[in-house]
């Protein structure tokens, strides 16, 4: 079967090219885009919301088809090339959890304990990994995927089909939303850290009055405990902060 570029015109095109940019968001949007989610379902979903917005973006696109193989493929270079920019940009958010999950192990002695984050593809810390997962279906649960879903709309607005990439306001973005999600990573564990300080300290001037005990098998325990007791309490509070950034920074992309 040949299909041959002239053949490529009207709706077929637009749908064409609004895959391109879709697919490559869809498998890079928080939530949405983890690992954890199976392929197949991300593919489909990428299917379906661009038949949805075919009709609504339809007229963004340059009337004039393309008349060579070269010319489709820039454009769907162009449009993948929008879809990974702004995919990357809302996956940066989320990392904010992982950096506060990483923070938090590692002041409270659990960094050792090392398990499989879905939401990264990668080992991490179990409390790095607890956090991105509960991040991840409190999103679902809230409803706050919508705005991940209705940022592919905005991306046409940010990207119009056919104009250069503003490269220039896409880095400017990508340091903000750097600079803010390990901010607020910081945030989240700036509790822990104070607490880790206090205990360091009693554990220090212990031992000093008390040179033959051994600090370390009495601290240890200690710290992991009361740093779980901690979490327990503070998590509601940690996680709402979450995700009001994560509806925040979403709805720029609206």
């Known amino acids: 079967m040949h299909i041959h570029v ?3 015109s009207g709706s077929l095109l637009v749908f064409l090219l609004v895959f391109s940019r879709t697919g490559a968001m869809v498998m890079l949007l928080p939530a949405i885009g983890d690992v954890g989610v199976p392929a197949r379902v991300r593919l489909v979903l990428a299917l379906a919301i661009s038949y949805a917005l075919v009709p609504v973006v339809a007229s963004t696109y340059p009337p004039v088809s393309p008349q060579s193989a070269m010319q489709l ?3 769907i270079a162009q ?3 929008a879809g990974v920019l702004i995919g990357t940009m809302s996956r940066i958010i989320i990392s904010a959890l992982s950096t506060a999950g990483f923070l938090i192990a590692t002041q409270i002695g659990l960094a050792y304990a090392q398990t499989l984050d879905p939401t990264q593809g990668q080992q991490g810390a179990i409390v790095s990994t607890f956090f991105s997962l509960l991040g991840t279906v409190l999103i679902f649960a809230t409803d706050l995927h919508h705005l991940a879903i209705g940022a592919i709309q905005g991306s046409y ?3 119009p089909p056919g104009a250069a990439l503003p490269t220039a306001d ?4 990508a340091i903000r939303l750097t600079s803010g999600a390990f901010a607020l990573g910081l945030q989240l564990a700036a509790p ?3 607490f880790g300080f206090v205990v360091y300290a009693a554990v220090g001037i212990l031992a000093r009055l008390m040179p033959q005990l051994q600090v370390f098998f009495i601290a240890m325990p200690i710290n ?3 740093g779980l007791f901690l979490l327990m309490l503070l998590l509601g509070s940690l996680m709402t902060l979450f995700l009001n950034f994560y509806a925040e920074q979403m709805g ?3």
Do not use: K, S, W
């Open 252 to 254: 720029a992309f609206l």
């Open 6 to 8: 002239g053949d490529l």
């Open 79 to 81: 449009e993948t090339t």
């Open 170 to 173: 896409m880095a400017e973005l």
């Open 157 to 159: 607005t940010l990207i």
């Open 224 to 226: 992991i405990l009361a």
């Open 192 to 194: 822990f850290l104070v």
């Open 73 to 75: 493929t820039l454009l």
